[in-house]
C-alpha cells in the first residue's frame, strides 16, 4: 500500500512559479509510472504529466514547454515544476500511480493552484 502525499499548492499570479511535491511512503521501484493529474470545477480530471521508472515522460499539449515532471530517487519523491503558470491551469492537483494499463491506482489527497489574472 502506497502513501502519497502532495504538497506545495497556492495563489500565484499569471507568469509566476510553482512547484509541486509528492511524498510516498513505499517505494516506488516496482511502480510502472508516476503521474501528476488536475481537475478544474466542472471539468474531467485530465493526465499533466507522468514518468516512468524507465525515466520516460509525457505531457498535456496544454502544459509542455511549460511544466517538468521530475523525482529524486532518495528522497522517493516526484516533483511538478510549473513555470509560467496561466489562469487556466487553475485547478486541484493530485499525485498518483500508474499501472502498466495506464491506470491510475493510488491518489494523494490534493493540493489546491490557483493562478490569478
Known amino acids: 500500500q502506497v502513501q502519497l502525499v502532495e504538497s506545495g499548492g497556492g495563489l500565484v499570479q499569471q507568469g509566476g512559479s510553482l512547484r509541486l511535491s509528492c511524498a510516498v511512503s513505499g517505494s516506488i521501484f516496482g511502480i510502472y509510472a508516476m503521474g501528476w493529474y488536475r481537475q478544474a470545477p466542472g471539468k474531467q480530471r485530465e493526465l499533466v504529466a507522468a514518468?516512468?521508472?524507465?525515466?520516460?515522460?509525457n505531457y498535456a499539449d496544454s502544459v509542455k514547454g511549460r511544466f517538468t515532471i521530475s523525482r529524486d530517487n532518495a528522497k522517493n519523491t516526484v516533483y511538478l515544476q510549473m513555470n509560467s503558470l496561466k489562469p487556466e491551469d487553475t485547478a486541484v492537483y493530485y499525485c498518483?500511480?500508474?499501472?502498466?494499463?495506464?491506470?491510475?491506482?493510488?491518489w494523494g489527497q490534493g493540493t489546491q493552484v490557483t493562478v490569478s489574472s
Open positions: 498518483a500511480t500508474i499501472n502498466t494499463g495506464g491506470l491510475p491506482g493510488d
Open positions: 514518468k516512468t521508472s524507465s525515466g520516460s515522460t
